[in-house]
C-alpha cells in the first residue's frame, strides 16, 4: 500500500481572503458581520444619520413616560417551516 496516496499534502495551500469592496449590495451583506456594518455606517448612516440610529443598537426603543418599550424585527427564516430535525 503506498501512504502517499493517503496523506493530504497542504504545503502551499491557503485560504483567500473574503471580497470586503463591492460595487453592488451583495447577499453577504445581510450576514450581520463586517459587511453589514460597513454597509450602514458608509452608505446609510450618512444620509439618515440621527441620535437614535447613529447608537447602531439592533433594536427599537420607545419611550412612554416612565415604560420603555424595546423591540426587534430580526427573524430567521427557512422553508419549508418544518423540516425533519429542524422545526
Do not use: W, Y
Not at 453592488?24 to 450618512?46: A, E, M, Y
Not at 426603543?61 to 417551516?81: C, Q
Request: with cysteine.
Amino acid at each position: 500500500m503506498n501512504d502517499k496516496k493517503n496523506t493530504l499534502d497542504l504545503a502551499g495551500a491557503n485560504c483567500p481572503l473574503p471580497i470586503l469592496s463591492h460595487e453592488t449590495i451583495q447577499l453577504s451583506h445581510g450576514s450581520g458581520g463586517k459587511l453589514s456594518h460597513d454597509l450602514i455606517t458608509k452608505l446609510f448612516l450618512p444620509f439618515f444619520a440621527n441620535e437614535q440610529l447613529n447608537a447602531l443598537n439592533d433594536q427599537a426603543e420607545i419611550s412612554f413616560g416612565n415604560i420603555r418599550l424595546s423591540f426587534s424585527t430580526d427573524s430567521f427564516v427557512v422553508d419549508p417551516i418544518f423540516f425533519p430535525g429542524g422545526d
